[in-house]
């Protein structure tokens, strides 16, 4: 069964900082992998996703993630971190053709100025 | 309506009392999901819908948990003898299922359950 491990529940950086927020995933086929921010008192949005075509992957708001099939990783970056991105992310994965969706337990990202 | 709808928004409950819950989710979309929202517990899945196929619910964390969804659209998630550790945020969502690579989950804005 397909799993995520997001290590660091909690991750701080300077505005203007890079941000790295790691995932890791275990899926027995190739799985397609998302990553979801949940703003302050808002639902969870669709940042990006995995889905092949190319492993480095760009969304919303300067986000960008790559896959590494050898490290089962797919972490999400952001070269300079800005205050409205203080928000908790999640990485997600679903396996072959099912759309279930499992989530990580969440990082919540801090921005100080 | 244009996204995921929750009702209610806001559910206090006694102990002990059974609670339901229900989604509409986005019209057309065939796949619809319920997950719990804890403090540091990140998104527990309970249960996943998929157009007429048998639902996947082995999220389910007890037997005093169950959802159902009428008619391919509105899902209810019951709670049966509400337990305090069942407080917690839950988050219904839906997709069109078009089968993993296209899955984007689209999410309600969740029920805030507490049990006193």
């Known amino acids: 069964a397909q799993s995520v491990t997001q290590l660091g529940s909690h991750v701080s950086v300077s505005e203007g900082a890079l941000v790295l927020l790691r995932c890791n995933y275990s899926?027995?086929?190739?799985?397609?992998l998302f990553w979801y921010v949940q703003y302050p008192n808002q639902g969870l949005q669709l940042l990006l996703k995995?889905?092949?075509?190319?492993?480095l992957v760009k969304g919303i708001n300067g986000f960008e993630a790559e896959f590494k099939k050898s490290e089962t990783s797919f972490h999400l970056t952001k070269p300079s971190a800005h205050m409205s991105d203080a928000a908790e992310y999640f990485c997600?994965?679903?396996?072959?053709?099912?759309?279930?969706?499992?989530f990580g337990t969440g990082t919540r990202l801090q921005v100080f100025p | 309506g244009a996204g995921v709808s929750q009702s209610p928004s806001n559910k206090v409950t006694e102990k002990g009392k059974d609670v339901e819950l229900r989604c509409d989710p986005i019209?057309?979309?065939?796949?619809l999901y319920w997950y719990r929202q804890s403090l540091g517990q990140g998104l527990e899945f309970l249960i996943y819908f998929q157009g007429n196929s048998a639902p996947d619910k082995s999220g389910l964390p007890s037997d005093r948990f169950s959802a159902e969804r009428t008619g391919g659209s509105v899902s209810t998630l019951t709670i049966q003898r509400t337990q305090q550790e069942d407080s917690a945020v839950y988050l219904c969502?839906?997709?069109?299922?078009?089968?993993?690579?296209?899955?984007?989950?689209?999410f309600g804005q969740g029920t805030r359950l507490t049990v006193v």
């Open positions: 995995y889905t092949s075509a190319a492993t």
């Open positions: 997600a994965v679903s396996e072959g053709n099912t759309d279930k969706l499992i």
């Open positions: 899926s027995s086929v190739p799985p397609y």
């Open positions: 019209s057309g979309h065939t796949a």
């Open positions: 969502a839906s997709s069109l299922a078009s089968g993993g690579w296209n899955t984007e989950a689209f």
